[in-house]
């Protein structure tokens, strides 16, 4: 069997159990593909022995799970024990975890392979890649017309280039505010953001607790479906972990669609949005009608306020999260001169660790927490955070089962090409995606199409929460009709 | 709102993160688009609604009181920058 690595996570396995490939083998296939694509930027610690390793322990293990053998990139955000996790920034720098997170726990548990780990921005506070320590991931996909390079996304964007690039079978990403859609829909890969609650973050480098979850990003909708298995559950180590049984997501693709309620929400069409995503949209909307689903528009009238009440919560909880990086318990210390006390201590290695983007964001965080300013800041924004959460419930309520909208406002755009733009327009990327995570509701991007450039643009469903399956189902049902098949040139 | 460079340098003294002056003006800038973004939410009217405090609705689960983990002095100052005699090494705290 050929290019291994561009095999589906379904079919690898479907291979393995049938003995026509070992672990080992698609292993090898990925580690030879991740050394020559340096140039994506996208595995940031390679642990090619280690890999083989589990490979050879995969291959001997006749009870593993759909995931035995299955070479994986973890994201760098997620503790993995005795291998560098330094969640992109300078301040965890040497940081090697002796623990390993619930995630890839069960995913280890079930046989999975890791390659490596990958490329993200800092603390996932990025929607471009280009907030990261190690440099800048690079999109394996370009314009038709000229040869400059590309955002894969964020914060997942080593997770959606290694993908995308056929590195490894399928990755982990974290979505605090979309970073799991976006990087997707900009590399033409599938990924999903669970119901909060659906996946321990125990052990995931924690930015906004109550809005990140995790989520797997792969080459297809079943890949999805099957990796999110493994990846949920209750875990007694995150209070905020459901205690619900996990369903057999795969099980639940049948493609059959007929009589669900799509809802088209009418504030998601932006003023200038381009031409290509509404009619990507629109699209979208006549493939699920086809398939035998009822479309309904629908208003969901605080949308507008999502990103803002956004940009208060999850700078607040990520400057009491990253409070914890003080030079003490792990990580990097500043070089201090003679008399420097504690607090220059504090102050400088929280200077020399953290990034421009990751600094901004802490101070905006204790901004709106300090004295004065938490109410008119932090509380009005957790109000209207109740209000987003019950325009959703108000049309679920109405029977509605999924929500049709753009994954992002554009496909992926040049590396640098918001240097100078102030950091409310980088903010902008998240505009479809970010009100799912102050709902708390899975959301799920999928290819659907390339632009005029032959870029591939997404479309987001978003589902009831805790209806994953039902979710995937109809994430199924609009694979089928698109048939995206399109892959990047390799120029790597 | 417009964030001065006094407020600047004071909301990062609070985050204990050290700016060198000349780039308190740059900070206060982006700051205020920052802050000026966020004003939008002004607009909602939240009168009688409760701020959210758990996006699912669970009660956070409790676990008995009881130890359940612990002894691993050497795995906790594995990753410490500074470790000596089985503590965390710091400056000088107290005069």
Request: aromatic share 6%; net charge negative; glycine share 10%.
């Given at each position: 069997?050929?290019?291994?690595?561009?095999l589906?996570?379904?079919?690898?396995r479907?291979?393995?159990?049938?003995?026509?490939?070992?672990?080992?083998?698609?292993?090898q296939a990925?580690l030879?593909e991740?050394?020559?694509?340096?140039?994506?930027?996208a595995?940031?610690?390679?642990?090619?022995e280690?890999?083989?390793?589990m490979?050879?322990?995969?291959?001997?293990?006749?009870?593993?799970?759909?995931l035995?053998?299955?070479?994986l990139?973890i994201?760098?955000?997620f503790c993995?024990k005795?291998?560098a996790?330094?969640?992109?920034s300078g301040?965890?720098e040497?940081f090697?975890?002796?623990y390993?997170?619930?995630?890839?726990t069960?995913?280890?548990?079930d046989?999975?392979?890791?390659?490596?780990?990958?490329?993200?921005?800092e603390?996932?506070?990025g929607s471009?890649?280009e907030?990261s320590?190690?440099?800048?991931?690079?999109n394996?996909?370009?314009?038709?017309a000229d040869?400059?390079?590309?955002?894969?996304?964020?914060?997942?964007?080593?997770?959606a280039?290694a993908v995308?690039a056929?590195l490894?079978?399928?990755a982990?990403?974290?979505?605090?505010?979309g970073?799991i859609?976006q990087?997707?829909?900009?590399?033409?890969?599938?990924?999903i953001k669970?119901?909060y609650g659906?996946v321990s973050?125990?052990?995931v480098v924690?930015?906004?607790s109550?809005l990140d979850q995790?989520g797997?990003?792969?080459k297809?909708?079943r890949d999805?479906?099957?990796?999110?298995?493994v990846?949920?559950?209750?875990?007694p180590?995150d209070?905020?972990?459901?205690?619900?049984?996990?369903?057999?997501?795969?099980?639940?693709?049948?493609?059959?669609?007929?009589?669900?309620?799509?809802?088209?929400?009418k504030e998601y069409?932006?003023?200038g949005?381009?031409e290509?995503i509404?009619?990507?949209?629109?699209?979208?909307?006549?493939?699920?009608?086809?398939?035998?689903?009822?479309?309904k528009?629908?208003t969901?009238?605080?949308?507008?306020?999502?990103l803002?009440a956004?940009?208060?919560?999850?700078p607040?909880?990520?400057?009491?999260?990253?409070?914890?990086?003080?030079g003490?318990r792990?990580?990097r210390?500043?070089k201090?001169?003679?008399?420097?006390?504690?607090?220059?201590?504090?102050e400088?290695t929280?200077?020399?660790?953290?990034?421009?983007?990751v600094?901004?964001?802490?101070?905006?965080?204790?901004y709106v927490?300090?004295?004065?300013f938490?109410d008119?800041y932090?509380?009005?924004?957790?109000k209207?955070?109740?209000?987003i959460k019950?325009d959703?419930?108000n049309?679920f309520?109405?029977?509605?089962d999924?929500?049709l909208t753009p994954?992002?406002?554009?496909s992926?755009f040049e590396?640098?090409?918001?240097?100078?733009?102030?950091?409310?327009?980088m903010?902008?990327n998240?505009v479809f995606?970010?009100?799912?995570?102050?709902a708390?509701?899975?959301g799920?991007?999928?290819?659907?199409?390339l632009?005029?450039?032959?870029?591939?643009?997404g479309?987001?469903?978003?589902g009831?929460?805790w209806?994953e399956g039902?979710l995937l189902?109809?994430a199924?049902a609009l694979?089928?009709?698109?048939q995206f098949?399109a892959?990047p040139n390799?120029?790597? | 709102?417009?964030?001065?460079?006094?407020?600047?340098r004071?909301v990062?003294?609070l985050?204990?993160?050290?700016v060198p002056?000349?780039?308190l003006p740059?900070?206060?800038?982006e700051f205020?688009?920052?802050l000026?973004f966020?004003e939008?939410?002004n607009?909602?009217?939240?009168?009688g609604?409760?701020?959210m405090?758990s996006?699912?609705p669970?009660r956070?689960k409790?676990?008995?009181d009881v130890v359940?983990?612990?002894?691993?002095?050497?795995?906790?100052l594995?990753?410490?920058p500074?470790?000596?005699e089985?503590f965390?090494?710091v400056?000088?705290?107290v005069?």
């Amino acid at each position: 069997m050929s290019d291994l690595s561009k095999l589906k996570i379904s079919e690898a396995r479907d291979a393995l159990k049938k003995g026509e490939v070992t672990s080992v083998e698609l292993t090898q296939a990925c580690l030879t593909e991740i050394e020559k694509a340096d140039a994506l930027g996208a595995f940031v610690h390679k642990t090619p022995e280690l890999a083989l390793e589990m490979a050879k322990a995969a291959d001997a293990n006749k009870s593993g799970g759909d995931l035995n053998g299955i070479p994986l990139g973890i994201k760098d955000l997620f503790c993995t024990k005795g291998v560098a996790s330094q969640a992109a920034s300078g301040i965890l720098e040497g940081f090697k975890p002796e623990y390993e997170s619930t995630v890839t726990t069960q995913l280890f548990a079930d046989g999975a392979v890791m390659l490596g780990k990958l490329n993200m921005d800092e603390f996932a506070m990025g929607s471009s890649n280009e907030t990261s320590v190690y440099g800048n991931a690079v999109n394996p996909w370009k314009r038709e017309a000229d040869d400059a390079q590309l955002t894969p996304g964020g914060s997942s964007g080593g997770s959606a280039s290694a993908v995308a690039a056929d590195l490894c079978l399928g990755a982990t990403g974290t979505d605090t505010g979309g970073s799991i859609r976006q990087p997707a829909a900009f590399v033409g890969i599938t990924g999903i953001k669970p119901t909060y609650g659906r996946v321990s973050r125990w052990g995931v480098v924690a930015f906004a607790s109550s809005l990140d979850q995790a989520g797997p990003m792969t080459k297809d909708v079943r890949d999805a479906a099957i990796m999110l298995k493994v990846m949920s559950g209750h875990d007694p180590k995150d209070s905020t972990s459901a205690g619900l049984a996990v369903p057999d997501f795969e099980a639940a693709l049948t493609g059959d669609i007929r009589g669900k309620t799509i809802g088209i929400p009418k504030e998601y069409r932006m003023d200038g949005m381009p031409e290509e995503i509404s009619k990507l949209w629109e699209d979208g909307t006549a493939m699920l009608k086809d398939a035998g689903a009822v479309i309904k528009d629908i208003t969901l009238p605080h949308t507008k306020y999502a990103l803002p009440a956004y940009y208060v919560i999850a700078p607040a909880e990520a400057s009491s999260n990253l409070a914890r990086y003080d030079g003490v318990r792990f990580g990097r210390r500043a070089k201090l001169e003679a008399g420097d006390g504690i607090t220059e201590m504090y102050e400088k290695t929280r200077a020399e660790g953290f990034g421009n983007e990751v600094k901004r964001r802490v101070m905006i965080g204790t901004y709106v927490l300090s004295a004065g300013f938490y109410d008119a800041y932090y509380n009005r924004a957790r109000k209207v955070r109740a209000l987003i959460k019950r325009d959703f419930e108000n049309v679920f309520a109405d029977g509605v089962d999924a929500i049709l909208t753009p994954a992002t406002p554009s496909s992926a755009f040049e590396l640098g090409a918001m240097k100078d733009a102030d950091p409310v327009q980088m903010y902008l990327n998240d505009v479809f995606t970010v009100t799912t995570n102050l709902a708390g509701l899975p959301g799920i991007a999928v290819p659907a199409g390339l632009d005029k450039n032959g870029l591939p643009l997404g479309l987001q469903l978003i589902g009831r929460p805790w209806e994953e399956g039902d979710l995937l189902n109809t994430a199924y049902a609009l694979e089928q009709s698109v048939q995206f098949v399109a892959k990047p040139n390799r120029w790597w | 709102m417009s964030i001065d460079i006094e407020t600047a340098r004071r909301v990062a003294k609070l985050a204990r993160i050290a700016v060198p002056e000349a780039e308190l003006p740059e900070l206060a800038n982006e700051f205020s688009a920052i802050l000026g973004f966020i004003e939008q939410l002004n607009e909602v009217d939240v009168d009688g609604i409760e701020p959210m405090t758990s996006v699912t609705p669970q009660r956070l689960k409790r676990r008995d009181d009881v130890v359940n983990d612990g002894g691993q002095q050497d795995a906790v100052l594995k990753n410490a920058p500074d470790a000596r005699e089985g503590f965390f090494a710091v400056p000088k705290v107290v005069e």
